[in-house]
Structure formats: structure tokens, C-alpha cells
């Protein structure tokens, strides 16, 4: 099983909320990513998890909040975005030492910020 | 620095015609990863094919086949007898582990338009 899920599916968000982001594997991956994708460009990675502890943060604002709260849960907690940030938010998981080192994504949340 | 090049922006085929999509990286470091991922309309990234820098082995899976070589830093793609379900975009994708994960960088995508 590669699956790793996402929800919600669709999110719109006013400049003003709070809105979280949740994936979710059980592959027994212990690295989880969010990546970033504007219409018509590549996903660009916002965030790396290994172990639960964030590994990789690639100078993404403030108002993107990530939390892994456990091995096969990470979220994205959202607030006082701008409408620049609509886009698609891809979650992927990958094995960290060892094995096959294949991020498997999941099948996005598009989010619009009005 | 990493760098992906997909020269290609977009392609369009008739149905059966073969079709190679180009991919050409940069890199310093001597281990890393190579991929290929499919992203159909709905969004999501589907895993293709993975390569390490210390296997040049070419592959092929149905009709789909890759071909590594290092000494051009190229890792194409080549569909054939092509189908309309192949209508999507292919990104080309090189990793390098850095502390704690996965580095990853995508090529800018082709699109591939396949006609009946």
C-alpha cells in the first residue's frame, strides 16, 4: 500500500482564519513533506519531517504552521494568508535510512484564500 | 546546486506515436536520485520510476522506458505507442539527502497532449 491521504480535498479561506491542512500515512514512513504548487509550476518544498522533529524548513512564512504530531500524522495549520498562497499544498511521505527512498504523494489539498 | 532542465514545455502526439520526454540535471554530490512522476488533471503526483547515480541500467515497463547516462547528466523518458490516458503532466525530479530528509527539486514539467 503507497497511499497517503489528505483532507480536506478543497479549502476556502478568507485573509482572517485559521484553517489546518492533514495528511496522513501508514506506510511506517518516518520523513513527511509539504510541498507547494502553482498552477502551471513545479511543487516547491515548504517543509521536511524526519522522526517527528522538523528537519527542513525552507524559509516559508510564519503563517504556514507545520506540526507532526505523530509517525503517520502531519499538518499544515494555516492563518492570516494571503491570496498569493492559493495553490495546490501536496503532502508526500518517504523512508528515512535505508529501503526505498521514493517520496509517494498525496492527492493534494487546493486551497483558494480570498 | 541541484538543477533540473525539462526543455520540453509541451508535446503533442497522435495516439500510437512515440514520444521522449527530455531531462537533464545538475549536481555536485555524487549520490543521488532521479525520478519521474506523472500528474494527470486531478492533482496528484504519481511515481513512475526511480534511479540512483550508481545504477545506469536503462529500464522499461510496458511502454514506458528510461534511459540514464550519467556522462551527459540525461534521464529521458520515452513513451510508445502512446495513449490518450497519457494526456499529463511529467515532471522530472532529482533528490539529494540532506539532514533529516529529502531535498527534492522538480523540472518545470512537460505537458503531454495526446490526440485520438
Known amino acids: 500500500d503507497t497511499e497517503v491521504t489528505q483532507t480536506p480535498k478543497h479549502l476556502v479561506m478568507g485573509m482572517t482564519n485559521k484553517k489546518s491542512l492533514k495528511c496522513e500515512q501508514h506506510?511506517?514512513?518516518?520523513?513527511m513533506y509539504w510541498y507547494k504548487q502553482k498552477a502551471k509550476k513545479p511543487p516547491e518544498l515548504m517543509f521536511v519531517y524526519s522522526y517527528e522533529k522538523l528537519s527542513i524548513n525552507e524559509s516559508v512564512p510564519s503563517r504556514f504552521s507545520p506540526e507532526c504530531p505523530n509517525s503517520s500524522l502531519l499538518n499544515l495549520h494555516l492563518h492570516a494568508l494571503q491570496p498569493e498562497d492559493s495553490a495546490l499544498y501536496l503532502c508526500?511521505?518517504?523512508?528515512?535510512?535505508?529501503?526505498?527512498?521514493?517520496?509517494?504523494f498525496g492527492p493534494g489539498t487546493r486551497l483558494l484564500v480570498l | 546546486a541541484q538543477k533540473v532542465t525539462q526543455a520540453q514545455t509541451e508535446i503533442s502526439v497522435v495516439e500510437k506515436e512515440d514520444v521522449t520526454l527530455d531531462c537533464v540535471y545538475e549536481t555536485r554530490d555524487t549520490t543521488y536520485y532521479l525520478f519521474w512522476y506523472k500528474q494527470p488533471p486531478s492533482g496528484e503526483l504519481v511515481f513512475l520510476i526511480r534511479r540512483n547515480s550508481f545504477d545506469e541500467q536503462n529500464e522499461i515497463s510496458g511502454r514506458y522506458s528510461w534511459n540514464f547516462q550519467k556522462s551527459t547528466s540525461s534521464f529521458n523518458f520515452t513513451i510508445t505507442a502512446s495513449q490518450v490516458v497519457d494526456s499529463a503532466v511529467y515532471f522530472c525530479a532529482l533528490s539529494e539527502w540532506n539532514t533529516g530528509g529529502f531535498k527534492t527539486i522538480f523540472g518545470a514539467g512537460t505537458r503531454l497532449f495526446v490526440k485520438a
Open positions: 508526500a511521505s518517504s523512508q528515512v535510512a535505508g529501503g526505498v527512498k521514493t517520496q509517494y
Open positions: 506506510m511506517g514512513h518516518r520523513a
